[in-house]
């Protein structure tokens, strides 16, 4: 038996870079779900991330679990914030909700601490449409770091990165 090393020689689909979206160009409609926790000093970090995506035909739909809860806090970003405030302490419980409420096309999934480039939506709309996917997942990797090079390309997922993760919403 040969240990395959898949990483140090993984597929290679050149056609990705030169691709043009048909899906990008329909401009879809996107629902970003992110729920919280009294996590306000992170929060503000990804919805101004949010704020200079290049793809922009989205709305962000927060479900919102502090105490104390401060509405206020989202009145000075320029998203089309959709806000939901659960009593209920339960992650599984702000996405179902979101996603229930939500009337788009496609669902993006990020949480309160993580930080998103420019464009990451225009990437996961990309990989959907270039694979033929319903779901594309992406990963994570430390501020100020490098993505890892086990981590750098295209393959099927081994787990499901909720906080980094684009579907078709017909998926549910």
Request: glycine letters at 2%.
């Amino acid at each position: 038996t040969v240990r395959v090393l898949y990483h140090q020689q993984p597929l290679l689909y050149n056609a990705y870079k030169q691709f043009i979206s048909p899906l990008i160009a329909s401009n879809p409609s996107v629902s970003i779900i992110i729920p919280t926790l009294n996590r306000y000093e992170y929060l503000k970090d990804v919805l101004k991330d949010l704020e200079q995506q290049t793809y922009t035909n989205f709305e962000v739909i927060v479900v919102d679990q502090s105490e104390p809860f401060q509405q206020d806090f989202y009145a000075d970003f320029k998203l089309d914030i959709q806000l939901i405030h659960q009593k209920e302490k339960a992650l599984w419980l702000a996405r179902n909700t979101a996603i229930e409420i939500s009337k788009n096309e496609y669902i993006a999934l990020s949480e309160d601490d993580v930080r998103v480039p420019a464009d990451w939506m225009e990437m996961h709309l990309k990989c959907l449409d270039f694979f033929k996917a319903d779901i594309s997942a992406g990963v994570f990797y430390p501020k100020n770091k490098t993505m890892p090079v086990a981590r750098s390309y295209f393959q099927y997922a081994t787990q499901f990165a909720t906080g980094n993760a684009m579907l078709s919403k017909k998926v549910f």
